[in-house]
């Protein structure tokens, strides 16, 4: 069965920061991309960061030099490390799978993930 589950949400202040874990079954943690997308009330689903199974990555230019993507496999997990955090990455933080190749051209499409977490939420106050 795939799972999902992230956790590590909360509430910060503008410049802090936050790590979310995604903890995934082994089909899940097998597969070749794994990403982290937001949704923010009244906006679309909005790409962060993808990793494939080889250990790239690719971030979104929104938050390139802030936030980190990577992965533990002995632990099948999904990190994402968020520094100097501002209002705007105020939202739901999902992290999503797929068995599709090609993770990052293009990179970080919603409907290329057919699996999903149920999401955390992050609040950044100014």
């Known amino acids: 069965q795939v799972q999902l589950v992230e956790s590590g949400g909360g509430s910060v202040q503008a410049g802090g920061s936050l790590r979310l874990s995604c903890a995934a079954s082994?089909?899940?943690?097998?597969?070749?991309?794994m990403a982290w997308f937001r949704q923010a009330p009244g906006k679309s689903r909005e790409g962060v960061a993808v990793i494939d199974s080889d250990g790239a990555t690719s971030h979104a230019d929104s938050v390139k030099g802030r936030f980190t993507v990577s992965k533990d496999s002995a632990r099948h997990t999904l990190y994402l490390e968020m520094n100097s955090l501002n209002p705007e990455d105020t939202a739901m933080y999902y992290c999503?799978?797929?068995?599709?190749?090609?993770?990052?051209?293009?990179?970080?499409?919603?409907?290329?993930?057919?699996?999903w977490g149920q999401g955390t939420q992050v609040t950044v106050s100014s």
């Open positions: 082994a089909d899940a943690y097998s597969m070749h991309c």
């Open positions: 999503a799978a797929t068995r599709e190749y090609g993770c990052f051209d293009p990179s970080l499409v919603p409907t290329m993930y057919n699996y």
